[in-house]
């Protein structure tokens, strides 16, 4: 996901916006996809290569974004939503997914940081890992 890189790479407001604007449409198009599929996963009801891969990007969309730019996936893209749902329900998925730290160390440095508070490596160290693993609690089930 190019689109991703670019907005928590972005720098002033206007390339900040477009670059939110690219995630989103990119976010849309994946929504109408799972949509229009009525699939529980991209290409059908077992996870396949597809899941596997999109799965973590968009686990990492999620975190980063949230941290570096507070920006949250938009709530009216519910098929994508319950698409992250399957993914949280899914124990492969579950067991593998980093914590939401890990998430976030992985792309310090590629993220511009303006305003944030830096975290010392001691204070990362001794904070508790937590896992976001939720949904809205309004987005329906398949």
């Keep these: 996901m190019q689109k991703f890189n670019h907005f928590l790479a972005a720098y002033g407001d206007e390339a900040i ?21 009525g699939y529980r996963y991209v290409t059908g009801d077992d996870v396949t290569l597809y899941d596997c891969e999109l799965m973590p990007k968009l686990q990492h969309i999620r975190i980063a974004s949230k941290w570096y730019r507070n920006f949250e996936m938009p709530h009216h893209l519910s098929a994508l939503w319950r698409y992250m749902r399957t993914a949280y329900e899914t124990e ?51």
């Design 17 to 37: 916006h477009r670059a939110e604007k690219n995630l989103v449409e990119e976010l849309t198009k994946i929504n109408n996809h799972l949509q229009s599929s």
């Design 92 to 142: 492969a998925f579950k067991e593998s997914c980093p914590a939401d730290q890990d998430i976030i160390a992985n792309y310090r440095g590629k993220a511009r940081t303006d305003g944030l508070k830096p975290i010392s490596a001691q204070e990362e160290a001794l904070m508790q890992p937590t896992f976001t693993l939720s949904v809205p609690d309004d987005i329906s089930t398949y």
